[in-house]
């Protein structure tokens, strides 16, 4: 099964720009869809953004425009990149991957396989 592994948080200033990483321990892209969901303290986890096996992708409305979700098919890494940061994407950020073809960023129990996360803080 393949394992994920989350880099790149940090603590920043709102409007700041941070770019997560996600390597995988095998070959992900027309194999799995996968996606980035993130929880903040005392708040349930959701979807940000997810890629699927295809390549086509989609974000929560609330970071349309700011955020972008990619992958480098060559070396396994799926990517978050983040602009425009706000106090409130301050949250534990995941990775996340599943065989379907389709990826739902409103269903966490789609998903088989999840990294550890990664620390994001946004401050005012």
């Known amino acids: 099964q393949v394992q994920l592994v989350e880099s790149g948080g940090d603590s920043v200033q709102a409007g700041g720009s941070l770019r997560l990483s996600c390597a995988a321990s095998?070959?992900?892209?027309?194999?799995?869809?996968m996606a980035w969901f993130r929880q903040a303290q005392g708040n349930q986890r959701e979807g940000v953004a997810a890629?699927?096996?295809?390549?086509?992708?989609r974000h929560l409305d609330s970071v349309k425009g700011r955020f972008t979700i990619s992958r480098d098919s060559a070396k396994n890494i799926l990517y978050l990149q983040m602009n425009s940061l706000k106090p409130e994407d301050t949250a534990m950020y995941y990775c996340?991957?599943?065989?379907?073809?389709?990826?739902?960023?409103?269903?966490?129990?789609?998903?088989?396989?999840w990294g550890q996360g990664t620390q994001v803080t946004v401050s005012s």
């Open positions: 996340a991957a599943d065989r379907r073809w389709f990826c739902s960023i409103a269903r966490e129990d789609e998903y088989n396989y």
């Open positions: 890629i699927n096996r295809d390549g086509s992708t």
């Open positions: 095998e070959y992900t892209a027309g194999t799995y869809c």
